[in-house]
């Protein structure tokens, strides 16, 4: 079943007289328990694709589907909790804290604050977050602030997770970890879609892009990517 569908997706930016295609024609699939990583240079496209993917941006050509659902000139509003965007961006006026912020999503879809607050906080456990609840979001370290954000999108229990660069900025150890979270979120039957700055191990796809063009697909095995670092062996007894 596919969940995410682009079809002949195009969209341009207007710069000055001038005009920029950002996307030409992309098409694309996302199934359920998914993780998609799309891969390419800096203006290749892949933020754009995934803006629009996710309903932030509207395409000038083409169809996005959620759920056997046209979005149009929807929005996002159609998507309602189906979908979670990371984003590690906090207005400081939805709160001082990680917890706050990471409630906020289940507060604005009617929650009590407490019922809020212990699902927020179950889901920074769930991803590697929890010591991070009482912090103020300004003090997150770049691995830290990505795994709130992580559970800011989910904490309103999507189908579909998308992230831009979600190793961006971090050591190699802490790419491993996220990489590895992302795995397991599709493993418990999240689609998960990322755009991400080089190939690397742990996706089902991996997506080039280039120009605003799909250049190819393959699976992890069959690409140049860069691999998980290997577990260092546990001491024997």
Request: glycine share 12%; with cysteine; net charge neutral.
């Amino acid at each position: 079943m596919t969940l995410l569908e682009l079809r002949d997706v195009t969209k341009r930016y207007a710069l000055g007289r001038l005009e920029r295609v950002a996307l030409r024609a992309v098409s694309l699939d996302v199934h359920p328990g998914e993780l998609v990583a799309v891969w390419g240079l800096r203006r290749s496209g892949r933020s754009t694709l995934l803006r629009v993917a996710a309903g932030i941006e509207q395409p000038d050509e083409g169809v996005v589907r959620f759920d056997g659902r046209d979005l149009g000139g929807r929005g996002p509003g159609p998507l309602g909790s189906a979908l979670g965007f990371c984003s590690t961006r906090f207005d400081q006026a939805h709160g001082t804290t990680v917890l706050d912020h990471v409630a906020i999503g289940r507060i604005a879809r009617g929650a009590g604050r407490n019922a809020a607050r212990s699902a927020a906080s179950g889901v920074l456990e769930r991803v590697g977050a929890g010591h991070c609840m009482g912090f103020d979001p300004r003090e997150l370290e770049p691995a830290e602030a990505i795994r709130a954000g992580i559970a800011r999108a989910l904490v309103t229990e999507p189908r579909l997770l998308v992230l831009d660069e979600p190793t961006s900025g971090v050591d190699l150890l802490e790419r491993d970890a996220l990489l590895e979270l992302l795995r397991s979120l599709a493993d418990d039957g999240i689609a998960v879609l990322a755009a991400v700055g080089e190939a690397v191990g742990g996706a089902d796809r991996m997506l080039a892009i280039g120009d605003g063009q799909l250049r190819g697909e393959t699976v992890p095995e069959h690409a140049p990517v860069v691999p998980l670092r290997p577990r260092r062996a546990e001491p024997s007894a």
